[in-house]
């Protein structure tokens, strides 16, 4: 198993809510084996035996994970409140590291914007939203969004977005939208969850213009069309990359083996498996 230390930057426990595999039955349960499938799962299963924390943190001792970072979500299909989290959180304070999130249409600019201090006040490390699975599909630039990215750029909260295939239309996932975000909120850290996947390129050249702008491509890395960003990586890159499994979708171990075997320079390994996320975090080095 790996010998470096490991920040897995986009994981939910399979019991945090149906979505994810929670009690091991339902359609949801289809959905991640079949999404398990497109991304090279060997197992498309692995999840079921995860059900409670204790199985979930052997998971992470059996993966070599250190601190895996358990990242909210609010969309109309899926609601996990920012108090579930930091409870999850506090069950296991030196491995788990909340993300809480936000729905800004379902709460309004005023109840957005109080969200996001609430985040702050429960110790969550900073704010998530899936702009292309709300109500309304948005744009990760579109102005209503602008509050949120304002308070947490004043707060020194990163801001995750999702992106990627399984948005409701591949506009959504284009990273030219978070590039107009990072060029109106420079001093705000932005996380791209699934790398702006199929947009490599364009992902690329986002994050070459704009150092605030992170990328975590997570089990996205292991699919066609995707190599680029281990190059990326090994060069101008190399403090922008972030490890993420993608869990319960893809097993942990399995994922952290491929990520070693695909070709990141030794001296690069380090800093996108854990120094990269540790800085964003603020977690002593």
């Not at 420079?186 to 947009?199: A, D, E, N, Q, T």
Request: some cysteine; charged content about 20%; proline content about 7%.
């Amino acid at each position: 198993m790996a010998t470096q230390r490991i920040i897995d930057m986009r994981n939910r426990p399979t019991f945090l809510h149906p979505f994810y595999g929670k009690n091991g039955q339902g359609p949801e349960v289809e959905v991640v084996r079949w999404l398990g499938k497109r991304v090279g799962a060997h197992d498309i299963d692995h999840f079921l035996a995860h059900q409670d924390v204790n199985a979930y943190l052997s998971a992470l001792d059996d993966a070599g994970i250190t601190h895996a970072v358990v990242t909210g979500r609010s969309t109309p299909a899926v609601r996990i409140p920012n108090d579930e989290v930091r409870a999850l959180v506090q069950k296991a304070p030196a491995r788990l590291i909340g993300i809480g999130a936000v729905d800004p249409l379902a709460l309004g600019v005023a109840g957005a914007v109080d969200e996001v201090r609430h985040i702050k006040d429960l110790g969550l490390q900073g704010v998530n939203m899936d702009p292309a699975f709300l109500a309304e599909p948005l744009q990760a630039d579109d102005a209503r969004l602008f509050p949120v990215y304002e308070e947490c750029q004043r707060l020194s909260l990163p801001v995750f977005l999702m992106t990627g295939p399984t948005s409701v239309d591949l506009r959504f996932a284009h990273p030219a939208n978070i590039g107009a975000v990072a060029n109106a909120f420079p001093r705000l850290k932005i996380v791209v969850s699934h790398g702006g996947y199929p947009f490599v390129d364009e992902m690329i050249g986002v994050a070459f213009k704009h150092e605030n702008v992170l990328v975590s491509p997570d089990f996205y890395l292991f699919v066609a069309g995707s190599k680029t960003f281990v190059e990326a990586a090994n060069g101008f890159m190399r403090h922008q990359l972030l490890f993420g499994t993608g869990y319960p979708f893809r097993p942990m171990k399995q994922t952290v083996e491929d990520f070693l075997r695909l070709g990141f320079l030794d001296e690069v390994l380090p800093d996108v498996l854990y120094n990269n996320a540790a800085h964003l975090l603020g977690l002593a080095n």
